[in-house]
């Protein structure tokens, strides 16, 4: 069995497993269309309210990335229990390459954001008609794929700390990423500024390079993560 065949096998395998734990990521998409409808209702009439804007840009960046790790006992049991160094313990017995379990994460959690953004984003365009009257389909695509691109490789980084540390720094730095987020967007709105917004004038304006930039980068940073965690997993301990 090829790295790929692997990865495919382990991801599907994952997927199986966490469906009911998809099932409470659905809860974290209703809470964001929830809190993000009235910045986009709003984005275009004056009505900036720079307390939304700056929770939207808050929310997309630190959970959007995170729809791609369904909420399951392995994740809440990480800084108790270490689950993830544990099931890492177990496959190592197994037949498994490390290119075919950091592939495999990477395939899992890059299949799960692809339907939580495009639910999320499809939902949001139907019932949000300012946003439709605004921004065509073609830009709004735009809109997700630079949403999207920037997901996958936020979420790339999260499993180099998942796979090649212990579940108390992972946790820590998932902490840490939060509070970074946190301040550049408080930054941002104190300033009166929004990425979001931000996005979605350059994309109104017909600056259609701004989704081909993303995945260009997206991919290069997932692939540069991919080779730092099989170099992180040659050389950590599975013990711990």
Known sequence: MNKWEGAWHLAKYEWRKDR??????????????????????????????MSI???????????????????NRTMFKAWRDDCYTRKMVQWRTMPISLGQLVTGRLIQVAGLLSVGVVLYFVIL??????LREHLGI????????????????????????????????????????????LAITAVLGANDKSVSLYLLNKLADGNWWYPVVALIGSSAVVYGMYRLTCRRLRIRSFTR
């Open 125 to 130: 365009y139907g019932s949000t008609e300012p």
């Open 53 to 71: 804007d700056f929770l939207v840009d808050f929310t997309q960046l630190v959970i959007l990335p995170l729809l791609g790790f369904p909420a």
């Open 20 to 49: 009911a734990g998809m099932l409470i990521t659905a809860i974290f998409i209703a809470y964001m269309l929830l809190l993000s409808r009235t910045f986009y209702m709003d984005a275009w009439n004056n009505q900036a309210n």
């Open 138 to 181: 073609g830009p709004f695509i735009g809109y997700v794929i630079i949403w999207f691109s920037y997901s996958v490789a936020m979420a790339s980084t999260y499993t180099l700390w998942e796979q090649g540390y212990s579940g108390k720094i992972y946790m820590l730095i998932c902490f840490a990423y939060s509070f970074v987020f």
